[in-house]
């Protein structure tokens, strides 16, 4: 049996202090409660807009967090020199648009300019495993291999998103294969976005996976029944 690691997204719980411009809920304590109930990880996204978390966040995460702590980010100057200072675990290079309410998609790493290229090199020669958020296909799977880095996201929000049957599996059939490709060139593969206490368990028995981001929906559920409960639910469906 193999252990699944789980990264807890705190971003939401940011989005809720922001929305008052309230010194809490503060995604640290969230954080800190997550670990403390089993999660192997904290991912949190720094937007260049600034949406939810904070600059703060990510500097005092890097202090309190016992795990691993996962900054996913636009790859830009700016942010490669906070990555560069703050140093995480992990950095997951993400496309960002200033007008979507959530990352819509996967990075276009297939033939990926200069500016991805020398961000992925200084993330690497400074000791910092960097992931690619990516979409379920086999172009931008071997192109994430190329440009050398550590591991891939593979973006499930259409297959968490498909009502149809069959249409799900099909899109399950993509991150299947798309996890298999990438394991077979020797990068880490984990997956994420939309994922929730429903349609979870097929993802989980994707053997290559070796992690799930989950952001959304384990704050939501944290609400009503406290993060604690919510992470040790999620916990349960993720048993192999």
Not at 103 to 126: F, K, N, S
């Amino acid at each position: 049996m193999t252990h699944l690691r789980l990264g807890i997204n705190v971003d939401h719980v940011a989005t809720v202090r922001q929305a008052r411009r309230a010194p809490y809920p503060d995604p640290v304590v969230a954080a800190s409660l997550a670990e403390l109930a089993g999660a192997d990880q904290i991912t949190v996204h720094l937007r260049e807009d600034r949406r939810h978390i904070q600059d703060r966040d990510v500097t005092v995460l890097r202090e309190t967090v016992r795990t691993t702590l996962n900054l996913e980010m636009a790859a830009t100057e700016a942010m490669t020199e906070i990555a560069l200072r703050v140093r995480p675990e992990t950095v997951t290079l993400v496309p960002e648009k200033r007008e979507e309410l959530t990352t819509e998609g996967g990075l276009a790493v297939a033939g990926a300019g200069p500016l991805l290229t020398e961000v992925v090199r200084r993330l690497r020669e400074a000791r910092i495993e960097v992931s690619l958020f990516i979409d379920p296909d086999l172009a931008q799977v071997r192109g994430s291999h190329a440009l050398g880095v550590d591991a891939v996201e593979l973006h499930t929000g259409r297959y968490c998103d498909a009502t149809q049957r069959e249409a799900r599996e099909a899109e399950l059939g993509r991150i299947v294969e798309a996890s298999r490709e990438a394991a077979r060139l020797g990068m880490r593969v984990a997956a994420g976005h939309g994922l929730n206490y429903e349609n979870v368990r097929p993802v989980v028995e994707i053997e290559e996976i070796t992690e799930l981001n989950i952001g959304h929906a384990i704050v939501a559920r944290a609400v009503l029944v406290g993060m604690t409960q919510a992470v040790r639910d999620m916990r349960e469906l993720m048993r192999r």
